[in-house]
């Protein structure tokens, strides 16, 4: 090792001393190989649905009939007040970037060990309007997908979905409201570029499905193509 390296080994050590980096769960001092969760949080108090085993789960069964994809999972349950809820709500308003990447890596994982992501030639996520990423800085599914390529090393694909117009919060909307709210919403460009192909879409959380199926349609106007889908969370 280098005397620069050992320096920046030293620095690291220091800013670990004065300002060590802290568990998202519990608040107690991460070892040098955790990120954001100590192991004990990570596995004890992240509830895993383990769909990416079951090939009928609930995410799959929520696009039955109202839009046509490969297979479909989800990393773990949300729940009101519970650990994932409170992770992401860090990653999209206090602007812990790290979370995202973090989720993108565990869900990566859970799917590298049976290999579900076989076939798939890229990640596409679920795009804010400009205006809104403007606002908050980045994308949060963008992160979560980047995660996911560290782990999967499939291209995540930013240039091809884009929504077309600003759209209402869906945060207290009927299931119908949210569908009528997300049509025609989502388009795709460059589509002579990506005919033929399998897409994972991803998206932080699964509510209602009304904005992934919508995603879905406008990449199914792309001829040959078809469509998985993976959420960090899916709500009850």
């Known amino acids: 090792m280098s005397l620069s390296d050992n320096i920046k080994d030293l620095g690291h050590g220091l800013s670990h001393l004065f300002y060590p980096r802290l568990c998202e769960g519990c608040s107690k001092p991460l070892l040098a190989e955790e990120e954001v969760l100590c192991l004990n949080c990570n596995v004890f108090n ?3 649905t383990a769909y990416h085993h079951i090939a009928e789960n609930e995410t799959c069964m929520r696009f039955t009939g ?3 994809v490969v297979r479909a ?3 773990a349950y949300f729940t009101a007040d519970g650990l994932l809820q409170y992770l992401l709500h860090q990653l999209k308003y206090n602007d812990k970037k790290e979370v995202g990447t973090y ?3 565990q869900l990566g994982y859970d799917l590298q060990q049976v290999n579900w992501h076989k076939g798939i030639d890229g990640i596409v996520p679920v795009p ?3 205006a809104k990423e403007a606002q908050r800085g980045y994308n ?3 992160l979560i997908a980047e995660g996911m390529c560290d782990v999967l090393q499939l291209p995540v694909i930013n240039n091809l979905l884009y929504r077309t117009r600003h759209t209402e919060s869906q945060t207290q909307k009927t299931r119908e409201e ?3 709210n997300m049509a025609g919403a989502f388009a795709v460009k460059n589509t002579t570029d990506y005919q033929s192909k399998h897409f994972l879409l991803i998206d932080d ?3 209602t499905g009304a904005t992934l199926e919508a995603c879905a349609q406008a990449l199914l106007t792309i001829p040959q193509t078809s469509i998985s889908i993976a959420t960090i969370g899916v709500a009850n």
């Open 140 to 142: 949060q599914t963008q």
């Open 178 to 180: 949210r569908i009528n």
């Open 205 to 207: 959380v699964l509510t």
């Open 46 to 48: 992240l509830p895993r």
């Open 73 to 75: 999972t989800s990393f």
């Open 128 to 130: 804010l309007h400009p």
């Open 103 to 105: 989720l993108g890596k």
């Open 66 to 68: 109202r839009v046509s």
